[in-house]
Structure formats: C-alpha cells, structure tokens
Nanobody, 121 residues
Framework: QVQLVESGGGLVQAGGSLRLSCAASARTFSSRAMGWFRQAPGKEREFVAAISGSGGSTSHADSVKGRFTISRDNAKNTVLLQMDNLKPEDTAVYYC??????????????WGQGTQVTVSS
C-alpha cells in the first residue's frame, strides 16, 4: 500500500514559481512511475506530468511543457514538480499519484490528498 503526501502549494503571482513535493511511504517507490495531476473548479482532473521509476523517462502535458519539470529522488522517496512562469489558468488542486508499474502508463493505484495552487493575475 502506498501513501502519498503533497506539499508546497500556495498563492503566487503570475510569472512566479512554486515547487511541489510528494513524499511516498512505500519501499517499492523506485519500482513505480509517479504522476502529477490537477483539477480546477468545475473541470475534470487532467494529467500534468509523469516520470518512470528510474527517472529516465518523463512526460509533460502540452499546456505545461517548457514551464513545469517533474523529477524524483528515489533515495528520499520523493517526487517533485517544479513550476515556473505560472499562469492564472494553472490554478487548481494538484495531486500526486503512484503508478502500478515502473514505466509510464495511465494506471495509477494511489493518490495523495492534494495541494492547492493559486496563481493571481
């Protein structure tokens, strides 16, 4: 069983930066791909970024490419989302998710409680 706890959200002005962190409890952390998703009010949850278990492969949504970067530290069971040049449309609750396997897929088996990111114009 994997438990995930996100942190790092907050209020920032447009053009600013935030770094989200997700701490995982599982000893199998390095054998799982990890992902970040977000959900804005009134909208469906959407994919933001994912990283393979080794960290060698990443995927970013077109809407965040060039601005957001996902990374992981397997020694610390942590996955990060560096968010630069934030825009008001990035405002959402951001969720960390643990994948079922090491490579990036659409299957996620555990979710964090979410952290709020608010970008003011």
């Amino acid at each position: 069983q994997v438990q995930l706890v996100e942190s790092g959200g907050g209020l920032v002005q447009a053009g600013g930066s935030l770094r989200l962190s997700c701490a995982a409890s599982a000893r199998t952390f390095s054998s799982r791909a990890m992902g970040w998703f977000r959900q804005a009010p009134g909208k469906e949850r959407e994919f933001v970024a994912a990283i393979s278990g080794s960290g060698g492969s990443t995927s970013h949504a077109d809407s965040v490419k060039g601005r957001f970067t996902i990374s992981r530290d397997n020694a610390k069971n942590t996955v990060l989302l560096q968010m630069d040049n934030l825009k008001p449309e990035d405002t959402a609750v951001y969720y960390c998710a643990a994948g079922q396997v090491a490579f990036i897929t659409s299957r996620y088996i555990a979710w964090g409680q979410g952290t709020q990111v608010t970008v003011s114009s």
